[in-house]
């Protein structure tokens, strides 16, 4: 059956996303923001002004952009979106 690596891999996957903490996952985005907080300073805006939030949230639209993005990528290179024969074998019966 060829459901099975599929399963699996979901399964692996799956697990491999939890292998990250909370605190992990807390201490990751404390780390982005420093280093949004950085840029935008390097772009000459001043904290605790409208326009250093909306630069701040700028570079977050930009991030999520780029991630779905390569999500979408990663989904069209999968062989089940662009290879004809993803059963395994050709078309059983003749074409004329």
Same mark, same amino acid.
């Given at each position: 059956?060829?459901?099975? %690596? ?11 996303? $939890?292998?990250?903490? =909370? ?6 985005? =404390?780390?982005?923001?420093? $280093? ?7 772009? /000459?805006? &001043?904290? /605790?002004? &409208?326009?250093?939030? !909306? ?8 991030? =999520?952009? !780029?991630?779905? =993005?390569?999500?979408?990528?990663? $989904? ?7 290879? %004809?024969?993803?059963?395994?074998? %050709? ?6």
């Amino acid at each position: 059956m060829r459901t099975w %690596p599929l399963i699996v891999s979901l399964a692996a996957l799956l697990s491999l996303g $939890a292998c990250v903490s =909370a605190e992990e996952r807390e201490r990751m985005a =404390a780390e982005q923001r420093i $280093a949004d907080e950085q840029e935008c300073t390097q772009l /000459g805006f &001043e904290r /605790g002004t &409208e326009k250093f939030s !909306e630069c701040l949230l700028k570079l977050r639209e930009i991030r =999520a952009e !780029e991630r779905r =993005a390569q999500a979408i990528e990663q $989904a069209n290179r999968h062989p089940f979106f662009y290879d %004809p024969w993803y059963y395994g074998r %050709p078309y059983p019966h003749r074409y004329w």
